[in-house]
Each structure stands twice: as C-alpha cells, then as structure tokens.
C-alpha cells in the first residue's frame, strides 16, 4: 500500500509542485542558442557564441555598445583625449570587483591591452589595438593609452568583446573558469549541453535582476522550435528557423522580435582570378542577382537589400541598391562588353549556413540566366577556411560579415576576396585618423561609394536579427550591435 | 593453447597499431585547421600560426603521431584543440548520457521485441502474425529522428508531459534523468525493436523444424509447451548476436537523435569535434572505441576456445 502511495506521489504531486512554482514570479531566465562557445575566453577566439554568452554579463571592457549600437562607458567612467587625439586617459569606476573578490585597477587594464596587442597573441581581431604603443598605470584608477596616430574608432574597439578586461591572476583557467566584473558569475558548464550564470550580488553598477541565466544550446533547427513551444527555453537568440516565425507570432505566449545586426551578407568574389579581375564581369554579376528574390527564397524575406558592404541601420549609410539593380539584360550586354559573350564557368564555394547553401542555389540559377555557370560545392566551415579563406582558391562564395562597422576588410589587399585599390586603402586611412564627426562621415560615405563603384562583391543583404521570446520577458535587445545577449537589464513580468 | 594465447595478443596489438595509423592519417588529410576555425574570419596570418604554435600544431605530423600513440600508452589521451580540457574527462562525462541511453533504448527494446516475436512465430501465418509483420515493417522503415520529432510533437507540445529535450543531469535525480531520456530511448528502441522481433520470430521458426523439436512433440508436449520450453532458449543465439550489435550502434551512432533531444552525449561530441577540427578529439574518442571492440572480441575468441572442445583440437 505504501508502495502505491509512493507512486500516487510521484504521478501527482511532483508535477503539481512544478506547477505551482512556475506560477511565481520567476527570477531564472533560460535562453536558447544555437552554437556553443569552444571555450570561455572572449579574447583568445573569434566564435561569436563566446560573447553570446559572457559578454556585457560576465565580462566588461572599458566602453561597452548600448543596445542602439552606441558606444557607452563601461569600467572607465569618463575619458581625456589629447588635443592631437593621440593620447587617452581613462579614468576607472571605484569599487569594481572581479567575481573572485579581487580589485580591478589600472594595472589590469594594461595587463589586457598588452596581452591583445602582443606579438604572439592568440586574440582574434588583433588589429583593433595595431596602434597602440603604449599603456601606462597612473595610479589605482587612472590609466594612460598612446597611439601612434590618432584613431577615431578607437573607443569603438575597445568595446568589443576582444578588449574585455581580465585579471592576470585568473587569466591561466579562463578558458575553463572565467572570471570577470560583470553583474553575472559563471557558475557551472556542462559541456554539450548548457552553461549557468548566477547574479553577481557585489556588482559596482545596477545589479541584474534576474537570479540565475541558463545558456543552452540547440542547434537543431527544429528541436529549437520544439524547445520554444514546450517552453523548456524562455528565449531564443538568433532563432535559426525563420520559416516557423509566423506560429510564433500567432501564439500570445511569444514575441517575436525583428532587430537589426550587423551580418552583411555577400557574394565574395576573387578579385585576383579571371574573369574577375574584369570589373565589367563584376558588374555584370551584381545586375544578374535578384536581392529580393534571394532574401525572400533563403531567408523567408527576412533581410534588407543592400548595394555595398555597410549596415542599413547606421547613420552614415548610403542606399546605392539602384546602382546594382536586377537587369539581366545589362549584364549581357556587360558580359558580351568584357568578352564573354557566351558567358563562362566558375566555382561557386558554400559554407553550411542557410543563407549560404539555400541562398546559392538561387544565385546560381538567376547566373544561369545571363550566361555564367556555377558549379556549386558545399563546404563545412573548415574546409571553407582552409580552401577559400586562406587558400583563396575559389570563384565566388556567399558569406555573411557580422563583424560590427567592418568595411575595413576591404582595405587589405591580403584578405581572401584580393582587392587592391590604393583610393579605397587611402580613404580608410583618413578615416581611422579622423575625429571629427561630420568628416568621418562623409568619409565614410565616399569608402561606401568606392566599393560600390568598384563591384568588389555581389552585395547581397543585410540579415535581420531574429528572436523568439516569452511574452512576460522583458528588456531583450532587439537589434545586435556586436555578438552579446546582454541580461543585465532582462526581468519577468508578472 | 598457450601459443594460440600469444598469437592472439599478437594480433590484437597490430589490429591496434594499424588502426592508430589508419585513423591518424584520414584525418590528418581531411582539410581545415582548428586555428583558423577558433580565429574566425578577420583574423590575421600570424594570429592563426601563433595559436597553431600555443596548440602544439606546428610539430611535425609523425612527431605528432608518436607522442599521440606514448600518450595513450600511458592513458593519455590528450587536451582538446578547442575545449582546452583533457579528452579523457570530456569522453567520461558523455558516457554519463551515451550509456544510459544506450542501455534504456536496448532495455526497452528486448522487452518490446522478444515477447512480440514469440507470439508472431507461436501464431505463424494467421492474422496476428502478419499484422506483427506489417508493424515490424513499417518500425524499420520509418526513420527514427522523424518519429523522435512526432513523439516531441505529441509528448512535448501538446501534452506538455515531457521536456522537448536536454538532459538535467543526474544529480537532479534518477527521476528526472530517466523521464529525460525517456523519448529519446524509445525512439531510438522503434527500429531496433521491430528487427529484433522479426529475427526472433524467423530464429523461433527454424528452431521449430528441428529434429529436437519434433522429437519433444512426439514424447507429447503440445506445440506450445515445446515452443516455450525447448524452441525459445534455442533461438535466441542469433537474437543474442543482434542484441550486441545493436547496443555497439546505440553506444555511437545516436548522433542524429542526440540532436533532435539535444542530448550531450558521445556522438553529438563526435560530431561537434569534426566540424570544428578538433582532431585530436576524434582520434581519441574513435581510437577508444576501436579499444573496446578489439578487447571484446579478443575475450570472446578465447572464451569460444575455453568453452567449446572442438574449436580447441581444430587450432592446436
């Protein structure tokens, strides 16, 4: 007998007791991402799911991007520049603590900015610190940072993710235990599975409002919808299922939340291989591509066309889709201009993401339409890497650049897509030496017109940033300025 | 004996070496390279060749090999290129899931699949047996990660009884471990159950044309006395046979279904570390299973010769 009221209990009690507890106000938030972090240190990789997780929660630098983008003090509270714009004097918050009790000072800003600009560095955009020369403590509180020249991005860069501020005592097991100043404490990793984070109740600055932030990863497309509909996730990131967005939107549990990020979607092209070094030829591929189309064939029409490599959102974007506007007829013309008027055949590299294979099928036949043949083949990342990253051995390949404000790539000539104008290269110097708003952005202006002129890649569009997230959450960003799920400002409403 | 004991030992250490060259050599020609997949697509040359040098990549690959092969001697199984933690700790934390899994999926399984074949084969050729049949069929032929996304349809979405996936982990409790493992075994059991039945059903059949059989009825034993008393023990060698390979498949090859559950186990680690090139977590990890296979058939080979006379006098 006693058995079976051990069963009965099982059966109906415990659920009951589940039941009960979910009707409080919750102070845990779980939240669904697709891929999981390789390791726990924001500067020694590139993986955007790092930061995905710990940034602007468990890790801080010294400025921080607000959820507009904008860029907004974080450990330093205020900053001097110098009248020639190269010297910086940042002026730290008091009180801040790492997670492991110690202090954060000076000393440990140029214990991180040293690490990223080192030689030997593992730290993946280590040319956002190039200029830096020099790092010098002043006291506790104070500390200075001298560049060769000046740099008008500079706070900008110290925002990302790579330029966190880390502690050289706990910098050994970063990647296994990361300690941070940040309103949330890494907890625990179950690895394959999720990662915890507690509050921080000694924060410096506005505590969090949630107790406790689960990370867990899904990468299933239709188990993350499964896991949103069961309600086993309270938030999904990036949701990576656009085509089941509309039941979300029709359920009154969820919301469904359209933001912008900073994904610029492109057709790379091998700027160094015939026949594109012909700028014709690469004319003639923009007026061959049909941007709405593609956007609504790959991306269930979530996605905004653009016609050079910069984010619609930003103020100082140029629309220049008409000068890329579908005409197949043009592109002909252009094709016969440059001497193929038969068209030719090229390669084609995909790497695994949706908009890359769902949306090379499409560009491959809307090619077809004027003459040049793709012939397709998909890659896993590695190989992706390996094959046309560095290899540069490859036609055209679709890839989206989610790096914030990063139109700087095309002013290396080394990088994989080989393009070389002295004009360009010229025009993002003076940007970068440049502190002048109005200046930086017309310069700006001018760098989007060259690339646009210059046909250096099929701009495709703009990605939207989707998230799918219960109803009563409140305080989630809706856009992605930089790679981070930011919780400190997240809360359940009643 | 002893000799045959020693050519045995033999060949299972160059069965070992072998496969240490054959796999180490597969994936060394496979391109991509974890530096550059950790660095992503802005990183600079000499970051990528840093980090290869702080990974210890930029040693030559037979160097490599042989401090791979003295490592594992000595049960080491190397640090993993991307976690940067011990392959051996992040194999033994899977197991956690893989195991379990595993054991439940066959559990449910053999418990679904003999009673069913017993009866088919008991009731041979009338309507139970073909509708046994037909079911069987259709168990093989549906494939389990579709069935695993009705079973989240019903269970997770619209009964809410279960959770749509992850594992809670068993310090939350053997409840909860088990009710989280639960869809995930049984659609991994659909399949294997359904060709368990049909191969205890066929094995049942032949052992009943035996001549022992016939013999057992001719004393007087009904049909379904010799059936349950002399047919079933007979006809479950081949049945056993399956059971063991089944469980080696469930072990590894629930990859698909890990990820549907979204289950940290063996195969979604298999999976995750070739995508990222974190090589020397697939060798390790396939290595290791390579260990285990060879091990178990070693013992099984000498347990024929120790329980069987005639397969002794046939090699010595």
Known sequence: MKFIKNIFFIIIAVPLVFSVNANAAKTDLTVGLQLEPPHLDPTGAAAGAIDQVLYSNVFEGLTRFASDGSIIPGLAKSWDVSSDGTTYIFHLNKGVKYHDGSDMDAKDVKFSLDRARAEDTTNAQKALFAGITNVEVIDHHKVEVTLDKPNGNFLFNLAWGDAVIVSEDSIENIKQNPVGTGAYVFDKWVQGDRIELKKNSDYWGTPAKLDRATFKFISDPSAAFASMMAEDVDVFKSFPAPENLVQFEADARFNVLIGSNEGETILSTNNKMEPFNNLKVRKALAHAIDRQAIIDGAMFGYG?????????????????TGQSNYDPALSKKLLAEAGFPDGFTTTLKLPPPAYARKGGEIIASQLREVGINVEISNLEWAQWLEEVFRGKDYGLTIVSHTEPFDIGIYARPEYYFQYDSKEFQKVMDNLTAE??????????KDAQ???ADDYVNGYLFQRAQLSVVNSKVVGMWENSPTQATDLTSVYWQN | MFEYFIRRIITLFLTLVIASIVIF???????????????GINAQEDTILALRKELGLDVPKIERYLMWVKGMLIGDFGVSYTYRSPVIEMVSERLWVSLPLAIYALILSTFIALPVGVYAAANRGKVSDLSVMGVTQIGIAIPNFWFAMLLVYLFAIILRWFSAGGFPGWETGIFFGLKSLTLPAISLALPQASILARVMRSSLIDTLNEDFIKTARAKGLSYNQALVSHGIRNALIPVLTIIGLQFSFLMAGAIIIENVFFLPGLGRLIFQSIAQRDIIVVESVIMLLVFSVVVVTFIVDIAYVIVDP???SSIL
Not at chain 1, 305 to 319: K, L, M, N
Not at chain 2, 25 to 39: F, H, N, R, T
Request: no cysteine.
């Open chain 1, 449 to 451: 017109k060259i690339i």
């Open chain 1, 435 to 444: 502190t002048n708003p109005v200046q930086r952005t017309s310069l700006m």
């Open chain 2, 25 to 39: 050599v597969s994936l060394e020609i496979i391109p991509g390279d974890p530096a550059s997949y950790m660095l």
């Open chain 2, 310 to 312: 005639r397969l002794r």
């Open chain 1, 304 to 320: 905004t066309p653009i016609g050079t490599h910069f984010a619609p959102h930003h103020p100082a974007y140029v629309d220049l």
